[in-house]
C-alpha cells in the first residue's frame, strides 16, 4: 500500500511568515499533485510535478519534487491571510490505477 | 469551460437508506473518481472509472458501487446508510489515461449526512 505522509498536519503562522510544508513516501510516483482546499469547497489543482528534481515556482509559491520522485515540498513566502485552507499532495501511480492522497496540512494565516 | 459539477450539495438521510449521487465530469474528460473525506481527514479513494468500465475500487464495502453513463457522467450509489458514512464525497475528473495519470480537477462535493 502507498502512502503518502504530510507535514505538519496542522500550521498557524502570522502573515508575512514563511512555511514549508512537506509530503514524504517510501513509493516512487510517476508525478505528484499538489491542491488547496478551502472549506465548502472542493480541492483545486496547484500544480503537477513530474521530473525527478523539478522546481516550479507559481507566484509566492514554490514546489519541489524529489530526485528520487518519492517526496515534495511546498514553500510559501511571505504567507496572506488568503493562502489560509488545506494543502493536499497527490501522487500518481498508474500501475495501481489511482491517485494517493495525503492526509493534508491545514494552515492558518492570521493577519 | 464549465468545472465538475456534482448533486445535490447537501443530502440528508436516515440510517438503512439509500442515497444516489451524481457527477458530470469537465468536456472531454473520460475519467471519473470518487472519493470520500470524513471531517478533518484526508481523501480516501472510493472508485475510478474510465469509458464506462469500473477500473479500480478503494477499500469500501461492496454497498459503495456506481456506474459511469455514456456521456461519462457517473453515479454513486450507496446502499444500507450507516453513521458513518457521513463525510464530504467528491468526485473529479480527469483527461484519457496517458503516460501516468492525467491530473484530477475536482467537483465542490456533496455533503452527505446521516441521521
Known amino acids: 500500500t502507498q502512502l503518502l505522509e504530510q507535514s505538519p498536519q496542522f500550521l498557524s503562522i502570522q502573515e508575512g511568515e514563511n512555511l514549508t510544508v512537506y509530503c514524504n513516501s517510501s513509493s516512487v510516483f510517476s508525478s505528484l499533485q499538489w491542491y488547496r482546499q478551502e472549506p465548502g469547497e472542493g480541492p483545486v489543482l496547484l500544480v503537477t510535478?513530474?521530473?525527478?528534481?523539478e522546481v516550479k515556482k507559481l507566484k509566492r509559491l514554490t514546489f519541489q519534487f524529489g530526485d528520487a520522485r518519492k517526496d515534495s515540498s511546498l514553500h510559501i513566502t511571505a504567507a496572506q491571510p488568503g493562502d489560509t485552507g488545506l494543502y493536499l499532495c497527490?501522487?500518481?501511480?498508474?500501475?495501481?490505477?489511482?491517485?494517493?492522497f495525503g492526509d493534508g496540512t491545514t494552515l492558518t494565516v492570521k493577519p | 469551460e464549465a468545472g465538475v459539477t456534482q448533486s445535490p450539495t447537501h443530502l440528508i438521510k436516515t440510517r438503512g437508506q439509500q442515497a444516489t449521487l451524481r457527477c458530470s465530469p469537465i468536456s472531454g474528460h473520460t475519467s471519473v473518481y470518487w472519493y470520500q473525506q470524513a471531517l478533518g481527514l484526508g481523501l480516501q479513494f472510493l472508485l475510478w472509472?474510465?469509458?464506462?468500465?469500473?477500473?479500480n475500487r478503494g477499500n469500501f464495502p461492496p454497498r459503495f458501487s456506481g456506474r459511469q453513463f455514456p456521456n461519462y457522467s457517473s453515479e454513486l450509489n450507496v446502499n444500507a446508510l450507516e453513521l458513518e458514512d457521513s463525510a464530504l464525497y467528491l468526485c473529479a475528473s480527469s483527461l484519457v489515461l496517458g503516460q501516468g495519470l492525467r491530473p484530477q480537477h475536482f467537483g465542490d462535493g456533496t455533503r452527505l449526512s446521516i441521521l
Open positions: 472509472y474510465d469509458e464506462g468500465e469500473e477500473r
Open positions: 497527490a501522487g500518481a501511480n498508474p500501475n495501481a490505477g489511482k491517485s494517493t
Open positions: 510535478v513530474v521530473t525527478g528534481g
